[in-house]
């Protein structure tokens, strides 16, 4: 099992562009979070998925949105970047609920975005 | 509000000696407490949860509910312990995960 796997590993867009990010959550996880780190400080939560619905969002304007899909993989678009959006974004699988550790989140490797 | 206070951004240690990564955090029921752990060029990974009460790779943490805290201790420093330390809060019936900012441990030989 490779874990949580993200695409792309690094992604460079210009501000007004809109961006598109992957997720792959680990074997026998259904819950995906996604999280953005800035430069020096921890990460921040965006939102969650479960059941190809969002379920929690944290502060993040309506230009963050996402999916998640039948096979529990998910995606993070972000429209009309800005340059505050460069960050690395992580995304975190979970197992459901009832099983040992669900309340573990496991991290992928992250996708680092840059805006011009 | 929930938030987690981490107020050392780095921690210099020399190998062998003590170590305490401070961490504090604001909310008002009651939390459970993380200490994730990023090794250089490693992905984040949990290191250990309060309701565990466990020992992992010699660190432990306690949960002090009057002062608020949750620091990470380890007797001994060890060089492999040089990493991106997070302290997080997942606040009850959440599982949106609050970090703090993280403390950079470098132990040195």
């Known amino acids: 099992d490779a874990g949580v796997t993200q695409s792309p590993t690094h992604l460079i867009k210009t501000r007004g562009q809109q961006v598109t990010l992957r997720c792959s959550p680990k074997?026998?996880?259904?819950?995906v979070s996604w999280y953005q780190q800035a430069l020096g400080q921890g990460p921040q939560f965006i939102f969650q998925?479960?059941?190809?619905?969002?379920?929690q969002r944290g502060n993040f304007p309506d230009r963050f949105s996402g999916h998640q899909f039948p096979n529990y993989s998910s995606e993070l678009n972000v429209n009309a970047l800005l340059l505050g959006d460069s960050a690395l974004y992580l995304c975190?699988?979970?197992?459901?609920?009832?099983?040992?550790?669900?309340?573990?989140?496991?991290f992928g490797p992250g996708t680092r975005l840059t805006v011009l | 509000a929930q938030r987690v206070t981490q107020p050392e951004k780095l921690l210099s240690v020399f190998k062998g000696a003590p170590v305490e990564l401070k961490c504090n955090y604001s909310?008002?029921?009651?939390?459970?407490l993380f200490w994730y752990v990023q090794y250089s060029r490693q992905r984040l990974q949990l290191l250990l949860r309060?309701?565990s009460r466990e020992s992992i790779k010699g660190f432990t943490a306690d949960l002090n509910k009057g002062e608020t805290s949750f620091h990470l201790k380890k007797p001994f420093a060890q060089e492999e312990d040089s990493a991106m330390y997070y302290c997080?809060?997942?606040?009850?019936?959440?599982?949106?995960?609050?970090f703090g900012k993280g403390t950079k441990l470098t132990v040195n030989p």
């Open positions: 975190a699988s979970s197992p459901p609920p009832g099983l040992a550790a669900f309340d573990e989140q496991f």
């Open positions: 074997s026998g996880h259904d819950t």
């Open positions: 998925y479960y059941e190809e619905e969002e379920r």
């Open positions: 909310y008002s029921g009651s939390p459970e």
């Open positions: 309060h309701i």
């Open positions: 997080a809060l997942l606040p009850g019936r959440s599982e949106k995960l609050v």
